[in-house]
């Protein structure tokens, strides 16, 4: 079975910085795309950053420029490094991974959240 740990969260002072990790182990053939997205109170679930199994990147438009979003392939690891964080950053962040099982099916997890706390 997959299993997703995050790491990372915490709370920050506006202008601060914070990296988010995700570990992803178990019956694991390949991961392909991996994700991160966040969950503040009263706002929908929003993507935050994806990067592909190659490499390419996406970002929302209001974390470009702030936040960077890369993987460590050996470690199965995705990371968002946030910079310049902002009160509205402030949210729960989950880890989203793609991966294809040793049966060759692609599946999608997701981890339990991380809470991300910037202070004014």
């Known amino acids: 079975q997959v299993q997703l740990v995050e790491s990372g969260g915490g709370l920050v002072q506006a202008g601060g910085s914070l990296r988010l990790s995700c570990a992803a182990s178990g019956s694991i053939s390949s991961i392909n795309a991996m994700g991160w997205y966040r969950h503040a109170p009263g706002n929908q679930r929003e993507l935050v950053a994806t990067i592909t199994s190659g490499g390419s990147t996406s970002y929302a438009e209001s974390v470009k420029g702030r936040f960077t979003i890369s993987r460590d392939n050996a470690k199965n690891t995705v990371y968002l490094q946030m910079n310049s964080l902002k009160p509205e950053d402030t949210a729960v962040y989950y880890c989203?991974?793609?991966?294809?099982?040793?049966?060759?099916?692609?599946?999608?997890?997701w981890g339990q959240g991380t809470q991300v706390t910037v202070s004014s």
């Open positions: 989203k991974v793609v991966v294809t099982t040793y049966y060759s099916a692609k599946l999608t997890y």
